[in-house]
């Protein structure tokens, strides 16, 4: 049976930092596998976010998951060149704080693909919009430049070796964004 046992003390004691070590167990014990996808919640801070504080909400977050992902890349160890983690959110954020010191929901968002076989960098898409008002969506959020089946589309085809996209993402004709992978 495979489980969160580890010996890898740095991973946080959460609900995510366990289900981060269990997945680094099942992509040990099965190589047949392509697919995990797991949910870390709580990031509608529409409140407290902290400002850059590392005592708000938000920095609170960003820690945790970042904690979660270093141990399950060092757990992972040699099997790690397997594995390409890719990190997303349903929804993103106004680019100005609200009156309770969080954002609300928005439009374009982060998207991060982790891992050794990565190409890095950073990578904005059909041109950075700016963050002044007239530059944003109803003068409030972040445009997209990117959509976000492109991303999709490129880690199905690149690590799942997808051949078919239209099967997985009917009515997507566009290409791939060419940096990810």
């Not at 289900?19 to 014990?29: D, F, T």
């Not at 700016?130 to 969506?137: E, I, K, T, V």
Request: glycine share 18%.
């Amino acid at each position: 049976m495979y489980g969160a046992q580890s010996l890898n003390d740095s991973c946080p004691n959460t609900g995510f930092g366990r289900q981060m070590l269990q997945a680094a167990s099942l992509v040990k014990g099965r190589t047949e596998l392509q697919l995990i996808t797991l949910n870390l919640g709580g990031w509608d801070t529409r409140i407290g976010q902290g400002g850059g504080q590392a005592d708000g909400r938000m920095s609170q977050l960003l820690a945790g998951f970042s904690n979660s992902v270093n141990a399950f890349f060092t757990d992972l160890g040699g099997d790690a060149s397997r594995v390409t983690l890719l990190a997303m959110r349903e929804f993103g954020r106004t680019a100005a704080e609200n009156g309770s010191g969080g954002t609300d929901h928005g439009n374009a968002s982060t998207w991060m693909a982790i891992g050794p076989t990565v190409n890095g960098g950073i990578h904005l898409g059909n041109g950075w919009p700016g963050l002044q008002p007239s530059q944003l969506r109803d003068g409030r959020a972040l445009a997209h430049t990117i959509d976000f089946r492109a991303i999709y589309a490129n880690v199905l085809t690149r690590c799942l070796g997808a051949t078919n996209l239209s099967a997985v993402l009917p009515g997507y004709g566009g290409g791939m964004v060419d940096v990810v992978i």
